[in-house]
């Protein structure tokens, strides 16, 4: 069974960055398709950037186009989420998520979870 740990969040003025990690454990990760979501107080779960199994194919949900980037890699289990020029709306619980497909899944296809990571970005 696979297991995921987020890593990587804390609070940053708007404008600036962090980097999460998801690290997983369990199985070829290379066979499981990555997915970053995040939930703010009060609001639904959302999708925020999938990635394939091999990271040929990824997506992001609108408000973080070109300024966030999702990455793997593979050798170390390890998935990324880049975030540049955050704005107070990004913050959240950021959750990575797993798919036992290779492809880029649907928000129903993730199956396996981890705990999540505060992102607290002040004005």
């Known amino acids: 069974q696979v297991q995921l740990a987020e890593s990587g969040g804390g609070s940053v003025q708007t404008g600036g960055s962090l980097r999460l990690s998801c690290a997983a454990s369990?199985?070829?990760?290379?066979?499981?398709?990555m997915g970053w979501f995040r939930q703010a107080p009060g609001k639904e779960r959302e999708s925020v950037a999938s990635?394939?199994?091999?990271?040929?194919?990824?997506s992001y949900e609108d408000s973080v186009k070109g300024r966030f980037t999702v990455s793997r890699n593979n050798a170390k289990n390890t998935l990324y989420l880049q975030m540049n020029s955050l704005k107070p709306e990004d913050t959240a619980v950021y959750y990575c998520?797993?798919?036992?497909?290779?492809?880029?899944?649907?928000?129903?296809?993730?199956?396996?979870w981890g705990q999540g990571t505060q992102v607290t970005v002040s004005s």
């Open positions: 998520a797993a798919a036992n497909i290779p492809t880029i899944p649907s928000e129903s296809q993730y199956t396996i």
């Open positions: 369990g199985r070829t990760f290379s066979s499981l398709a």
């Open positions: 990635i394939s199994g091999n990271g040929f194919f990824r």
